[in-house]
C-alpha cells in the first residue's frame, strides 16, 4: 500500500482509504469492525467518516450511527486507536438533523467536534473537514445549472476567518490534528488558504470532491491549485457509486445495491453513463484487467491523488479491493482510457 503525505502536516495516510457510509445501514456494526481489521491488516491507516453517515437513506433516526460504529470499535481496541488516521465530517447549511440546520461558524464548530468525539469514543479527529460550503457548491450535479452569483463575498470571507479561528482554538485543544475540504471549488479552497497564513489558523490539508473516470470536473483549475499547495485530494465515489463496477448494465439492479435503495443514483443514472461505462468495460475486458480494480488504480495513480475513498457494503467486496490494491496501468491501458474520456465526456 502507498503512503502519502496529509498536505503539509507530516501525517502520512495509505492511497486507499476506507470509507464508512453504509455503517449503520447496508452494513451491520460487526461486519463494520471486521472490515475495519481486513483493511488495517492490508496496510489501509486511513478512515473516513461524518456526523451525518450512514446514507441510503439518510433519516434523522440514524444520523452519527456510524461514528457510533467506529467508537465502539475504538473502545474495544483502545490500544490500537493510533492505527488510524480517523477523518469525520461537519454537516453543512440546510442538513437539518443537526443543529437546525445551521451554517458551519465559530459558534457550531465547538459543539460538533465534541459530538463527534463522544460518539467516536476518542479524544482526538486526525482530519476534520467541512461536508460542504455554506454558500453552496457545484457538485451532485449542480454544475449543471450552478450560479454563484447570489453569495456575498464579505460575508463568506469573514465566516471562513470566523471558523478558522475556532479551528486554531479546537487545533490547540487537542482535539483536531489537522483540517480538510469537501465539495470545494478552486475559488474557496484558495481562499481558505489565503486566510489560513494571515489569520495563523489551520491550513487546509486535503479536499474530499467527487473524482472517478465518470466525473472528472477536479481535473482542470482545483488539479493545478492542489498540486502546487500540497493540498491532497480525496476521492469519494471513484467507483461512480458503482456503475465502473458493471453491475447496473443491461437493466440490472441487484437487490440491496445503492440503486435499489436510491433508483436515480443521486442525479447520476442516464443512458449516457451506461454508455461510457461501456467503454471502460471493454478496456478492462481487452487488458485482462477487473473493472474494479482499473478504476481505482487509475484514481490512485493522478497526479494529485492523496487517497481515493472506496465503499464496501460485504466483507467480499472490501478483499476484492484489496486484492488489487497494489495494480499499476500500463501507458497503454491509460491512453485507452483517455480516449473514451473524450469521447464520453461528463456523462453525469
Known amino acids: 500500500m502507498e503512503m502519502k503525505p496529509l498536505g503539509r502536516t507530516g501525517i502520512m495516510v495509505s492511497d486507499l482509504c476506507l470509507g464508512t457510509m453504509t455503517f449503520g445501514t447496508q452494513t451491520s456494526e460487526p461486519d463494520a469492525h471486521r472490515q475495519m481489521d481486513m483493511a488495517l491488516a492490508a496496510g489501509i491507516n486511513f478512515i473516513d467518516a461524518a456526523e451525518m453517515y450512514p446514507v441510503n437513506p439518510v433519516a434523522k433516526e440514524t444520523v452519527g450511527r456510524t461514528e457510533e460504529i467506529l467508537g465502539n470499535w475504538n473502545a474495544a481496541n483502545p490500544s490500537r486507536r493510533g492505527e488510524w488516521v480517523l477523518a469525520t465530517k461537519h454537516s453543512g447549511e440546510g442538513f437539518m438533523h443537526a443543529r437546525n440546520g445551521a451554517p458551519i461558524s465559530a459558534e457550531t464548530i465547538p459543539e460538533a467536534i465534541e459530538g463527534s468525539l463522544k460518539r ?21 450535479r449542480q454544475n449543471w445549472h450552478y450560479d454563484p452569483s ?24 487537542g482535539n483536531i490534528r489537522a483540517f480538510g475540504l469537501s465539495n470545494e471549488s478552486a475559488w474557496g479552497t484558495a481562499q481558505w488558504l489565503r ?12 479536499i474530499q470532491n467527487e473524482y472517478s473516470l465518470l466525473c472528472r470536473l477536479f481535473d482542470t483549475d482545483l488539479a493545478e491549485l492542489c498540486l502546487f499547495e500540497d493540498v491532497g485530494l480525496m476521492a469519494f465515489s471513484p467507483l461512480a ?57 487509475w484514481c490512485q495513480a493522478r497526479p494529485f491523488m492523496m487517497s481515493a475513498i472506496f465503499g464496501a ?28 474520456h473524450k469521447a464520453h465526456p461528463m456523462p453525469y
Open 150 to 173: 447570489g453569495g456575498n463575498r464579505d460575508v463568506v470571507l469573514s465566516e471562513m476567518r470566523g471558523c478558522l479561528e475556532a479551528l486554531k482554538q479546537q487545533v490547540e485543544k
Open 195 to 206: 486566510l489560513a497564513d494571515e489569520t495563523g489558523g489551520p491550513r487546509v490539508a486535503s
Open 313 to 340: 457494503t460485504t466483507e467480499n467486496q472490501l478483499q476484492h479491493i484489496l486484492n488489487g490494491a497494489d495494480l499499476k496501468l500500463s501507458g497503454e491501458v491509460q491512453a485507452e482510457i483517455a480516449e473514451a
Open 241 to 297: 457509486a458503482g456503475f465502473l463496477s458493471g453491475k447496473y448494465q443491461n437493466g440490472s439492479v441487484p437487490d440491496g445495491s445503492r440503486m435499489s435503495l436510491v433508483p436515480q443514483m443521486g442525479g447520476r443514472k442516464s443512458e449516457r453513463v451506461f454508455d461510457a461505462v461501456s467503454a471502460y468495460l471493454e478496456i478492462a475486458d481487452r487488458h485482462g484487467l477487473d473493472p474494479v480494480q482499473m478504476s481505482l488504480a
Open 120 to 140: 467516536l469514543q476518542t479524544d482526538y479527529i486526525d482530519l476534520y473537514q467541512f461536508h460542504w460550503p455554506n454558500r453552496g457548491s457545484y457538485m451532485f
